[in-house]
């Protein structure tokens, strides 16, 4: 696990010094790879190239360091992240005679490249971000995993090309600060991420998940590819006892494969169904006690810590259990928020971070329950294309938006909770009747048509979603296959993955998340719908699975998820920051907002006269990230 950064140049071009430039960059990811760093530098003719990283050591701590360098050193690589099946793949290049350095997986993924060219990318399965440097063809090839677990940002800047695991490695070479992008701007306030290919900034992109980069060197173009093909989910003729068998067996192998580790390794224990089968599954692999971790709040509304203490008196792990309130997060709040280099308000970032914090001071690597949602159906918003179908059927278009206004007086609520009125009235403005409503359902932050009332008309991005619908071949959305496709390239790339990924590498720790197993997300495309949510029981194959290792029922008990009371700290240790963000001249020198609209929605909130926590919670962050980089307050 590391962080990598890097830069091409065009010879004659610039006075660029790229050892400086690199160590500059290196500096600016420290906590991603504490353990150690490394350089490459070449110039040539025609460019400079350049290759950095830091690296924290999990697997052959001694002779792994980077880059690592083909025999004839023409062909280097550097690396970020695990591959999981490097023993099987290293053991494959051994019977052809191919000779090894090093234990490590970076070494195996240059000796497959070597060999196979960018078609070996489809053999690794793992989390990653690699750059590799190919002096014989006069190319650089960028790639990233399946899922996009790691991060990976690239831009062109006058005769210069950088890319990085951070944004903040990039943003510290430009020699001026990007402008807003307005579709980054819109998704986030509707998604409250910016889902690749886009980022906050316009000209500064990210590699997608499942593709890679090739840069000619002397024609100084670049082109990019999928990975691995994706086919259309298609049914197959498969019995449930067969299916669970399967999935049994897969995510089994999953969790042991994603245990080998050189350091010290646990799991987040949540004490939900993901995170529990995950813990039970190292368990059974492990030859000593598994460490798990887990936190909750001394607001028991969003605390659920006894489902974890189940847990971990089950399978006699040595629990390590935290327990937080507002004090606990307000002195790191700032530092978690602008890490993210991007306007981020998932307010499961907040106790991510801490428990990362714990966690790293007994392990190095975690293994999470993440994936596990989007893989087997399990979210609650899955259950809307049932609702929607059955609403639109009985309620006459007409009527519906007399019945959203309704809902919207009748069930606002005034505190920060989640409960069945703020559930239904989320429903009832996700409703569409032309087959969008999976669109709202995901826009956490504002809908279209609250984007519309707080954006200057100006700053509004129409039909924001259609270019996703373009790479799925997807113009409306109706079945849980749709929607869980829709999840892996927007809400899991841009939303679950950075969250965790930026959390624990603040704190030097590695999280691996089972669940997010290609082969697995691949077996379950092919499942017919019912296996994974069957009437009202989401990720009924996985849970029927694993049903008999646990007490009665325990996998059918609901848990809220992994969120943050903001909306009262808001009201509380936040608001003099969040009133600032809506003084008037301040939002007319922004010249991004309607102050007529985001003034009295904020107001509401800090006067509880409506709870708005999302909304004003994406709002508070947009303004702390502006704030920070353009104003540097």
Known sequence: MCGINGIIVKQGANGRDIPAVLKRMNDLIFHRGPDEDGTFAQTEDKYGVGMAMRRLSIIDLTSGQQPIYSDDKKIVITFNGEIYNYRELKAELEAKNVSFKTNSDTEVILKLYEREGPSSFSKLDGMFAFAIYDEHLKKVFIARDFFGEKPLYYTTENSSFFWASEL??????????????????????????????????????????????????????????????????????????????????????????????????????????????????????????????????????????????????????????????????????????????????????????????KTREHVTVALTGDGGDEVFGGYNKYYVGKMNRRYTKWVPKALHSTVRGLANSMLATKNDHRGRRFQIRKLLNSIDYDGQFFWNIISLANTENQLSEILLPHNLEIDLFDEYKKILDLDKATSLTDFRQIDKIISLEGGMLPKVDRTSMMNSLECRAPFLNRELWEFTNTLPEQYLMKGWNKKYILKEAFKDQFPDQFLERSKSGFGSPVGDWLRSSLRKELESYIDIKFLKSQELFNADTIVPLVKNHLSRKQDNTFRVWAFYCFQKWYTYNYLKI
């Open 168 to 357: 903040k490695s990039i943003m510290g070479e430009l020699g001026q600060k990007p402008k807003i992008s307005k579709k980054g701007l819109n998704l986030f306030l509707r998604l409250t991420y910016v889902p690749a290919p886009h980022t906050i900034y316009e000209g500064i992109h990210k590699l997608e998940a499942n593709h890679f980069l090739t840069y000619d060197l002397v024609a100084h173009t670049f082109t990019i590819e999928r990975i691995n093909e994706e086919p259309k989910p298609i049914p197959s003729p498969i019995t449930f006892e067969q299916a669970k068998s399967r999935v049994k067996d897969i995510v089994e192998r999953s969790v042991d494969s994603r245990s080998v580790s050189d350091v010290p390794l646990g799991t987040f224990l949540s004490g939900g169904v993901d995170s529990s089968i995950v813990s039970l599954c190292l368990s059974q692999v492990s030859s000593k006690k598994v460490e798990t971790f887990s936190i909750g709040f001394k607001k028991n509304t969003f605390d659920e810590t006894d489902k974890s203490q189940l847990v971990a008196k089950l399978i006699n792990s040595n629990h390590h259990e935290f327990k937080i309130d507002e004090n606990d997060l307000k002195n790191n709040i700032h530092e978690i928020l602008v890490n993210f280099d991007e306007p981020f308000s998932d307010t499961a970032s907040l106790p991510t971070y801490l428990v990362s914090k």
